[in-house]
Each structure stands twice: as structure tokens, then as C-alpha cells.
């Protein structure tokens, strides 16, 4: 199988590997080409949503994006803790 994307994909989550053709390892004889363009509703979806889900689409700035979104909830956990922190020493000193 030889994954890739096709000329005529133009949608921006289809790019990728969602793609592919088929040959038989023995004669070299095509035996399949499968499209993504051309799949079920369900199974373009799917793929679609995995494209989201790794951020593999808009290029590296998209996947630097993720990062700093991923790490934005322990981000406010570690500043949350510390500021309540401070509030509880400036209370006890009171």
C-alpha cells in the first residue's frame, strides 16, 4: 500500500495519508486504489476528526498552537496554586 494524497484533493483535512493504492507484493498488479473523496460520509468524517485531534493540518504553526493550548491547563493550575498560596499566608499573618 502506498499512502499519500491524490492531485485532486483539495479539502484541507483530507490531506495526509487518508489516501492510498494498493499493489500485490508478488506480480507488482494493482489491486486497489482507495480515496478518501470518495468514502462513505462516516468514514470522511472520522478521518477528518483525526486530522483535528493530532493537529496535522496547517502546517507547524498549527502544531505549536496545540502545544501551548494542551499546556495551558497546567499552566492555570500551577498560578491558581500559587495565588491561593499567597492569599492563605496573607491571611495567617493577619
Known amino acids: 500500500m502506498v499512502r499519500g494524497k ?3 484533493t ?3 483535512l483530507f490531506q495526509g495519508k487518508a489516501s492510498g493504492v494498493s499493489f500485490d507484493p508478488q506480480t ?3 489491486i486497489g486504489v482507495s480515496d478518501i473523496a470518495k468514502k462513505s ?5 472520522e478521518w477528518q476528526i483525526y486530522q483535528l485531534h493530532i493537529g496535522n493540518f496547517g ?7 496545540y502545544v501551548l493550548i494542551g499546556l495551558t491547563p497546567g499552566f492555570l493550575s500551577v498560578t491558581g496554586a500559587m ?9 495567617r499573618h493577619k
Open 6 to 8: 491524490f492531485q485532486d
Open 10 to 12: 483539495s479539502w484541507f
Open 28 to 30: 507488482g498488479k494493482l
Open 41 to 45: 460520509f462516516t468514514d470522511r468524517l
Open 59 to 65: 502546517g507547524i504553526f498549527v502544531k505549536i498552537l
Open 83 to 91: 495565588l491561593w498560596l499567597k492569599r492563605k499566608n496573607k491571611i
